[in-house]
């Protein structure tokens, strides 16, 4: 219990020897107040260590960054609260409230993020799955329309060559039976020179008409393969979804511009809650020093008189012996008679009444304690 009340009394910045022989109604308040600074310093260093861990989550000194990073955080935090206690300049207050309510701002960010981290997920899922659909989409159309062109292509001219191969091949046949089909027949009956003309340009034909119908196939291969890789890269796009810690921050921010006005209200009441929670739990070591400062006050006045009370007796020591000095000079021609017995004997007198005054000051404290 001891070690406790101390380490309240260290958050508070107050001197655990002294406060002690204070009563009770005015140690409570340095320890309500170092409750309040180590509150507000967990809350926040929890934030901090998920933002660090959300930040570094690749880095193999995750563990390390996030355990350095959030002893600094707290370690600031709490330097900054504990001079709150024994701040007299409402100015400085204010400052240091300031600048709390400027990190409760901060590491509330997050706070947030954390608690929404499922929502913001499938969010992010379902805005990555819209985009990586329509790129699919866009895609498999840009290449089914190019396919289709070619196809059309190839197939206009295919049934242009099957035509003249067509003709062709009457032709050849007319001349292999002796039919006189047009003016260049010869009507003779057999494989003449005619006809192996006609065999030529058939055979010509036949294997472009061939080429053209491998490359039709071949092209309908390749399409069906692009395809099935836009299928598989859709199929795969949680695997692709960035999920650092900013992306995340810009999904939440969309989610509080969402077009369901139900939703859109919910997001915005969660967001200005968890604020507010960080707000108040940041702010109040301020505002318990605000309103405990009649309490508080004691304490410090003790302090700002104990320091002066130092002073005033470091100069009247010095006075005294100045005086003393001059007084010697006074009696004596010589100073060099003056004796190392005399110089401590007023030095212990001295000592005795600067003693005396101390107690008296004491004694006038506890008075105003009481």
Request: aromatic share 10%; net charge positive.
């Amino acid at each position: 219990m001891k070690f406790i009340n101390n380490l309240l009394y260290f958050f508070a910045n107050v001197d655990p020897k002294v406060i002690k022989d204070f009563p009770r109604s005015i140690k409570v308040t340095p320890q309500i107040i170092g409750i309040s600074i180590l509150l507000a310093g967990i809350f926040s260093t929890i934030s901090v260590g998920y933002f660090l861990s959300e930040v570094f989550h690749r880095s193999s000194w995750r563990t390390l960054i996030i355990i350095v990073g959030s002893i600094l955080y707290f370690g600031m935090i709490v330097t900054t609260d504990r001079g709150l206690f024994l701040s007299q300049n409402k100015v400085t207050v204010i400052v240091r409230g300031l600048i709390v309510l400027i990190l409760a701002m901060m590491t509330s960010i997050p706070f947030k993020l954390s608690l929404m981290d499922t929502r913001i997920e499938a969010e992010m899922i379902n805005a990555h799955r819209t985009k990586k659909a329509n790129d699919y989409n866009e895609k498999v159309g840009r290449l089914k329309a190019e396919y289709e062109a070619k196809q059309k292509e190839i197939d206009r001219l295919l049934r242009k060559l099957k035509r003249e191969n067509l003709r062709l091949k009457r032709l050849r046949a007319a001349e292999e039976d002796g039919y006189k089909l047009n003016s260049k027949s010869t009507g003779n009956k057999g494989k003449g020179w005619e006809w192996d003309k006609y065999n030529k340009q058939v055979i010509i034909l036949e294997k472009r008409i061939q080429e053209l119908e491998d490359e039709k196939e071949e092209r309908t291969n390749v399409y069906n393969v692009e395809k099935s890789l836009a299928e598989t890269e859709f199929e795969n796009t949680v695997a692709t979804l960035d999920q650092s810690f900013i992306s995340k921050f810009v999904t939440f921010k969309k989610m509080l511009r969402a077009d369901d006005d139900d939703e859109r209200n919910a997001y915005k009441e969660f967001n200005v809650g968890i604020l507010l929670i960080f707000i108040m739990i940041e702010l109040l070591p301020v505002f318990l020093k605000v309103f405990l400062s009649n309490k508080s006050n004691v304490y410090e006045e003790y302090k700002q008189n104990t320091i002066a009370l130092e002073r005033e007796c470091f100069l009247t020591k010095s006075k005294c012996m100045r005086i003393l000095v001059n007084y010697q000079k006074s009696r004596i021609a010589d100073p060099g008679k003056i004796t190392g017995e005399d110089i401590e004997q007023v030095i212990i007198e001295l000592d005795q009444l600067v003693h005396k005054a101390r107690q008296n000051h004491k004694l006038k404290l506890t008075t105003t304690q009481n």
